[in-house]
Nanobody, 120 residues
Framework: QLVESGGGLVETGGSLRLACSLS????????IGWFRQAPETEREFVAA????????GYADSVKGRFTVSRENANASVYLQMTSLKPEDTADYYC???????????????WGQGTQVTVSS
C-alpha cells in the first residue's frame, strides 16, 4: 500500500515536501515514481527514484526545482518541491515499479494522491 502526504496550499515561489510511504513488501526493491494530474489533463511523470544505483529522473518542467530522494530505512520517498508555480497545481501520486531503473519502469501500484495548490 502506498500513501502520499504533505500536499496543501502554497503561494507562488513557495515550497512543499511530499512523502510517499510503502507498507508491505521489500521497499528497497521498488522504484518509486511521482506523477501529477491537473483537472482536465492527462497524468504526467514528475520524478522517480530507482531502487538500483541511486538513480533519479525528472521531467523537464521540474528539473532544478524538485528533488526526489528515498530513505529505505523509513520505506519512504520524498519529493521536495521548491520555486512552485501555479502550473504545478495538481493531484500528486506516487507509484511503485519492480523495475530497477527509472528509464523503462512501468508502475504496478498507486497511491490515492495528495493535492497541491499553488496560488498566484
Amino acid at each position: 500500500q502506498l500513501v502520499e502526504s504533505g500536499g496543501g496550499l502554497v503561494e507562488t515561489g513557495g515550497s512543499l515536501r511530499l512523502a510517499c510511504s510503502l507498507s508491505g513488501g521489500t521497499f528497497s526493491r521498488w522504484t518509486i515514481g511521482w506523477f501529477r494530474q491537473a483537472p482536465e489533463t492527462e497524468r504526467e511523470f514528475v520524478a522517480a527514484a530507482a531502487w538500483s544505483g541511486g538513480y533519479t529522473g525528472y521531467a523537464d518542467s521540474v528539473k532544478g526545482r524538485f528533488t526526489v530522494s528515498r530513505e529505505n530505512a523509513n520505506a519512504s520517498v520524498y519529493l521536495q518541491m521548491t520555486s512552485l508555480k501555479p502550473e504545478d497545481t495538481a493531484d500528486y501520486y506516487c507509484a511503485a515499479s519492480p523495475f530497477p531503473f527509472v528509464q523503462g519502469a512501468t508502475y504496478d501500484y498507486w497511491g490515492q494522491g495528495t493535492q497541491v495548490t499553488v496560488s498566484s
